[in-house]
């Protein structure tokens, strides 16, 4: 291959992997064309693309882009990216991947540019799961803030209405025990003369 070919296939892998920090990178050999168009094309409805990419100016691209890939670079690379995030991007691979596990093997996943296994990937939570999380932390300590502030306040507010109650049922309760004070009797008014 020569250097003016090289050089533009090296600009092309920049280009289809500008942005991209999540990545999968599998061996796929012995797949029929049948079956793989019918991947290509299940996984570009879902927002993932797929590409064979020559090892050596993968290396080099992913060098420069800052993708710190030791390993997986024997035999056949197939890379693949897209999806909201590398939970959503590996559960779809391994869906795949079990479906022709005779000819598709996982090499490796990519998560924001660090190299790490694929059953960690797997592992990881998807986007919306993440947030899920984070609300929940977040809702759960505000709930527990709201009722410690709420809590004694509660207390002394039913403490008082019992207290209010007892004095209420007393007073009618001591009236009604206690003799009514007699009427002023009126002297008769002095005769006239």
Same mark, same amino acid.
Not at 87 to 110: C, N, Y
């Given at each position: ?15 289809? *992997?500008?942005?991209? #920090?999540?990545?999968?990178? =599998?061996?796929?050999?012995? !797949? &029929? ?9 299940? =996984? $570009? ?14 290396? #080099?691209? *992913?060098?420069?882009?800052?993708? &710190?890939?030791? +390993? ?12 909201? +995030? ?7 691979? &391994? ?13 490796? /996943? ?7 296994? *694929?059953?960690?990937? !797997?592992? #990881?939570?998807? #986007? ?8 929940? !932390? ?5 709930? $527990? ?12 507010? +039913? ?6 109650? $007892? ?9 009604? /025990?206690?003799? /009514? ?7 008769? /008014?002095?005769?006239?003369?």
């Amino acid at each position: 291959m020569s250097k003016i070919i090289k050089q533009m296939e090296i600009e092309t892998l920049r280009k289809n *992997f500008d942005g991209v #920090r999540d990545l999968v990178m =599998l061996n796929v050999v012995g !797949l &029929d064309a049948i079956s793989d168009n019918q991947l290509r094309l299940s =996984l $570009r409805k879902k927002g993932i693309r797929m590409q064979v990419v020559k090892n050596t100016l993968a290396r #080099r691209v *992913f060098g420069d882009m800052g993708f &710190d890939v030791k +390993s997986s670079w024997d035999g056949a690379t197939t890379v693949v990216w897209g999806g909201t +995030s590398i939970a959503g991007l590996s559960k779809e691979v &391994d869906a795949f991947a079990k479906k022709h596990e005779k000819f598709i093997k996982v090499k490796t /996943a990519i998560a924001d540019g660090e190299e790490l296994t *694929f059953a960690a990937a !797997l592992k #990881r939570p998807t #986007r919306e799961e993440a947030i899920g999380q984070i609300l929940a !932390l977040a809702l759960g300590a505000g709930s $527990r803030l709201v009722a410690a502030i709420v809590g004694p306040g509660s207390q002394l507010a +039913s403490q008082l209405k019992t207290i209010t109650e $007892r004095k209420e049922e007393e007073a009618p309760a001591a009236s009604a /025990a206690a003799p /009514a004070p007699a009427a002023p009797v009126e002297a008769p /008014a002095p005769a006239a003369s």
